[in-house]
């Protein structure tokens, strides 16, 4: 059987550096294959190479042979047709790729009516299980899941016979993220497609593909059947990337030290939050005591954010409580500036939380300024930046945050509530963007902060691996009420509600 898709001798260059250097790469009809590798690693650069969507300053050498044709000889023309109708992309990002003021509806027939091929949006919209009401839906009335599931159907259009998914469940939570790949899994074997799925997470690449190859640094490292590989590496990154995702239950992943039950710092009592008719947070109760890492997890929309704006005073709550330090939190004044200073928020994308405009130094000074600290500035944002482990602080402070790798925004995140000595942080998916390398980084650098500082966390996640390599304590929450608490052990071995365990059931294995 002839390949769908040939690369031979890909090699990408942006001006005198190599991206990419000498992949090879086959992919049959029918062939799941993953393409896994770190941030930087040339993945993203293979995959927009088969429909020639570099920017103008990549050259390319090598083949690219699609059916048989080689991409980079094609007309524009040709190249038009090819896309869509014989390969088609799946973009990370659902919600920037599709058109805010386009029903979703009109976005799938378009590639459909440009190509003049026959066919009914409604019935793809149907194939991606969504209702068919959803068509007359704009972008922003959907969730996660089922804007991920219009690109689905975009990409499937104009029946394509390969379909090039970049990170098609980075954003989402474990149960609508398992669905996502149960329906792609689906589309594979009805529809014959060839599926190129690109991933820095081998358990996503292990639920859906039969074989998987691994990128560093530009090369193609590792190449055989998804089992072989996570089971027998034979690359030193291959089995660095194996070993970075944490197996729940295993005690070689449970990072979190035990520790006497502390004194409470922080406490929600009975904390009612409204929107509208909505009731997003619905009679909470939760504890962190000092020095203390709880994790509360759950699914998109299920009211953890809410609970964590509520908490950080951003929100006002309908009734309830929270009450730090023995007193009762106030709702605005100085009183809560204090607070505020005591307790810091990390969030969950770095590139957005900083100012592109503001170097680092200023980005990490900016509590300093809004709480009037006094001291010498400099020193006190070296001491916080370096704590963040970003050493020596020089290297860093004069840098915009573009200059840095997301792991190296995310510690500027961290060094900037740590500037304020807090003894509380709210971490909003601290590691939810990045790579399996720097999110252990991640991780150890909140244990560490825990150790030395006596520095509590509220981690909220939807990643139940995260949970139990951190947390001390795991709250899950679900349609604005925590159905269950207790210690890491307890919830994620011998759950209680079957909530949790679906969500437990959700988590793709390694």
Same mark, same amino acid.
């Given at each position: 059987m002839n390949p769908l898709l040939e690369l031979k001798n890909l090699t990408v260059h942006y001006g005198p550096k190599c991206v990419v250097n000498d992949v090879n790469l086959a992919l049959a009809p029918g062939q799941t294959l993953g393409l896994a590798g770190e941030s930087g690693s040339g993945k993203s650069t293979v995959a927009m190479s088969v429909l020639r969507l570099l920017p103008k300053s990549a050259s390319v050498t090598g083949e690219i042979l699609l059916d048989g044709d080689d991409v980079a000889t094609m007309s524009w023309g040709r190249l038009r047709a090819v896309r869509w109708a014989a390969a088609s992309i799946v973009f990370q990002g659902a919600m920037h790729s599709l058109n805010p003021v386009q029903r979703v509806g009109d976005q799938i027939a378009e590639p459909m009516r440009l190509h003049g091929v026959e066919g009914n949006a409604l019935d793809l919209v149907e194939q991606v299980e969504l209702p068919r009401d959803k068509a007359r839906a704009y972008p922003h009335e959907l969730s996660g899941g089922q804007r991920q599931r219009v690109m689905i159907a975009m990409a499937l259009a104009c029946g394509p016979r390969l379909v090039v998914a970049d990170e098609p469940t980075t954003a989402l939570d474990v149960v609508? %993220?398992?669905?996502? *790949?149960?329906?792609?899994?689906?589309?594979?074997?009805?529809?014959? &497609?060839?599926?190129?799925?690109?991933?820095?997470?081998?358990?996503?690449?292990?639920?859906?593909? @039969? @074989? *998987?190859?691994?990128?560093?640094?530009? =090369?193609?490292?590792?190449?055989?059947?998804?089992?072989?590989?996570?089971?027998?590496?034979?690359?030193?990154? $291959? =089995?660095?990337?194996?070993?970075?995702?944490?197996?729940?239950? @295993?005690?070689?992943?449970?990072? +979190?030290?035990?520790?006497?039950?502390?004194?409470?710092?922080? %406490?929600?009592?009975?904390?009612?939050?409204?929107?509208?008719?909505?009731?997003?947070?619905?009679?909470?109760? #939760?504890?962190?005591?000092?020095?203390?890492?709880? +994790?509360?997890?759950? %699914?998109?929309?299920?009211?953890? $954010?809410?609970? =964590?704006?509520t908490i950080m005073g951003l929100r006002k709550p309908s009734s309830g409580r929270v009450i730090f330090d023995g007193a009762e939190v106030a709702r605005n004044g100085k009183a809560l500036k204090a607070f505020r200073r005591q307790v810091q928020l990390v969030l969950q994308d770095p590139s957005s939380a &900083?100012? !592109?405009?503001?170097?680092?130094?200023?980005?990490? +000074?900016?509590?300093?300024?809004?709480?009037?600290?006094?001291? @010498?500035?400099?020193?006190?944002?070296?001491?916080?930046?370096?704590?963040?482990?970003?050493? !020596?602080a020089s290297?860093?402070?004069?840098? &915009?945050?573009?200059? #840095?790798?997301?792991?190296?925004?995310?510690?500027?995140?961290?060094?900037? +509530?740590?500037?304020?000595? !807090?003894?509380?942080?709210?971490?909003?998916?601290?590691? =939810?963007?990045?790579?399996?390398?720097?999110?252990?980084?991640?991780?150890?650098?909140?244990?560490?902060?825990?150790?030395? *500082?006596?520095?509590?966390? &509220?981690?909220?996640?939807?990643?139940l691996g995260l949970a139990w390599q951190i947390a001390d304590r795991v709250a899950v929450m679900h349609q604005g009420k925590i159905v269950e608490q207790g210690s890491a052990e307890e919830v994620l071995l011998t759950p209680s509600h079957d909530y949790t365990r679906a969500l437990l059931r959700a988590v793709p294995q390694v």
């Open positions: 609508v %993220q398992a669905q996502v *790949l149960a329906l792609m899994t689906r589309l594979v074997r009805e529809q014959d &497609l060839g599926l190129l799925m690109i991933s820095h997470d081998l358990s996503v690449l292990a639920e859906t593909c @039969d @074989d *998987l190859a691994v990128m560093h640094r530009g =090369a193609l490292v590792e190449r055989g059947r998804t089992r072989e590989v996570i089971a027998n590496p034979r690359h030193p990154h $291959t =089995a660095a990337l194996t070993a970075a995702f944490p197996v729940i239950g @295993d005690p070689a992943h449970r990072w +979190a030290e035990p520790a006497p039950e502390p004194e409470p710092l922080l %406490q929600v009592r009975d904390l009612v939050v409204d929107y509208g008719r909505t009731r997003a947070v619905d009679g909470v109760d #939760l504890t962190i005591g000092r020095g203390e890492i709880v +994790a509360l997890v759950g %699914q998109s929309g299920s009211g953890k $954010t809410t609970l =964590a704006r &900083l100012n !592109p405009r503001h170097r680092i130094v200023d980005a990490v +000074a900016e509590g300093l300024r809004v709480h009037g600290i006094p001291g @010498d500035e400099e020193s006190l944002v070296t001491a916080a930046v370096e704590r963040a482990e970003l050493r !020596p290297l860093y402070l004069q840098a &915009l945050p573009h200059e #840095l790798s997301g792991g190296q925004q995310q510690r500027v995140v961290i060094a900037g +509530a740590l500037v304020l000595e !807090p003894r509380l942080l709210v971490a909003d998916e601290p590691v =939810a963007s990045l790579d399996a390398s720097v999110r252990g980084e991640i991780v150890a650098l909140l244990l560490r902060l825990r150790r030395e *500082l006596g520095l509590a966390s &509220l981690i909220i996640t939807h990643d």
